[in-house]
């Protein structure tokens, strides 16, 4: 239902685009989001978009991250800039998706995606 991609090795203060693309029965999407989990971790909000593209982001990521949609594609994108070695992480897209107009919204998961900073 949801394909991430986009992760990979790269070095301290480079830049990544994450990608997430949901596809099967969809009427509508609704919030759209990033989360990203360490061992021993719990998984956290990273960025999240609303349908009217409202944004909200961690602090740890202010300024550095940027968050998008594409409606029509039905997929998000997280602009990673100035990447730090704390950014390492699996990246996990989460996207509320309205199979039919009498259904409700429901969440679902990327695979995830592995992002590694080096120093």
């Known amino acids: 239902q949801l394909q991430a991609s986009g992760g990979g090795l790269v070095q301290a203060g480079g830049s990544l685009r994450l990608s997430c693309a949901a596809s099967g029965r969809i009427f509508s999407t609704n919030d759209m989001g990033w989360y990203r989990q360490t061992p021993g971790k719990q998984r956290e909000l990273v960025a999240g978009i609303t349908s009217g593209g409202r944004t909200n982001y961690a602090d740890s990521v202010k300024g550095r991250f940027t968050i998008s949609r594409d409606a029509a594609k039905n997929t998000v994108y997280l602009q990673m800039n100035s990447l730090k070695p704390e950014d390492t992480a699996v990246y996990y897209c989460?996207?509320?998706?309205?199979?039919?107009?009498?259904?409700?919204?429901?969440?679902?998961w990327g695979q995830g995606t592995l992002v590694t900073v080096s120093s």
């Open positions: 989460n996207v509320q998706i309205q199979g039919s107009w009498f259904s409700n919204p429901r969440d679902y």
